[in-house]
């Protein structure tokens, strides 16, 4: 069956530094990989996904994320954090069973940037 | 430009009465679906449908029912709410669910059900 782990629920980042938040992944076949960001009290919204091809993704508001089969890993980076990328971030794969577009979302992290 | 509408956006309900959570969007996909976000466990398929006229259960459908009778509407029922379904609930839309799509997910503002 196909799973998401994001190990910490929360990670607290200087503004202007590097922020990393992770996410491991077990699925069947090529995986389909995906990050989204939720504002407080908002919907979720699309950020960057892995599909095939260079393993670093760039995403929306400068993030990015870099896949690594032999870790199952798919963390995003981003360069230099900002105050206003503080939300909850949410790691997911596709699911192959019954419908391609099932996504299987991990339990999510949130972003705490500090000034 | 409206994507994914949900009404209610708030709704505080008495345990064992019906509920309806209304979901409606205008991009025209053909698959739909209805989460629901608790802390600590992220977000969790209650049913989805993928095209007009079909619905499958998810991860945790026990307690609602889905129905999809045009393509641009996906209501979630409550048929006799319990405490434990007290939680935010998500509708989302995206393209055909196929081999070929990619599968990026379209969500609405959320719809909080608090039930006594």
């Known amino acids: 069956a196909q799973s998401v782990a994001q190990p910490e629920d929360q990670v607290n980042v200087a503004e202007g530094n590097p922020l990393t938040v992770k996410c491991t992944y077990s699925?069947?076949?090529?995986?389909?990989l995906f990050w989204y960001v939720q504002y407080p009290n908002r919907g979720l919204q699309f950020l960057l996904k892995?599909?095939?091809?260079?393993?670093l993704v760039k995403g929306s508001y400068g993030f990015e994320a870099e896949f690594n089969k032999s870790q199952t890993s798919f963390h995003l980076k981003k360069p230099s954090a900002l105050v206003s990328d503080s939300a909850l971030y949410f790691c997911?794969?596709?699911?192959?069973?019954?419908?391609?577009?099932?996504?299987?979302f991990g339990a999510g992290t949130r972003l705490a940037v500090h000034p | 430009i409206a994507g994914i509408t949900q009404a209610p956006t708030s709704q505080i309900l008495a345990a064992g009465r019906r509920m309806t959570l209304r979901c409606t969007q205008d991009?025209?996909?053909?698959?739909m679906y209805w989460y629901r976000q608790d802390l600590g466990l992220g977000l969790r398929l209650i049913h989805y449908?993928?095209?007009?006229?079909?619905?499958g259960k998810g991860e945790v459908p026990d307690g609602y029912s889905v129905s999809r009778a045009n393509t641009d509407d996906f209501p979630l029922t409550l048929a006799s709410a319990v405490p434990s379904q007290t939680s935010v609930y998500f509708c989302?839309?995206?393209?055909?669910?196929?081999?070929?799509?990619?599968?990026?997910?379209?969500f609405g503002e959320g719809s909080r059900l608090t039930v006594l």
């Open positions: 699925v069947s076949g090529n995986p389909y």
């Open positions: 997911a794969v596709r699911g192959v069973s019954g419908g391609y577009n099932k996504l299987i």
């Open positions: 449908s993928n095209t007009a006229g079909t619905t």
């Open positions: 892995y599909i095939t091809g260079d393993n």
């Open positions: 991009m025209r996909h053909n698959a």
């Open positions: 989302a839309s995206s393209d055909s669910a196929s081999e070929g799509n990619t599968g990026e997910l379209f």
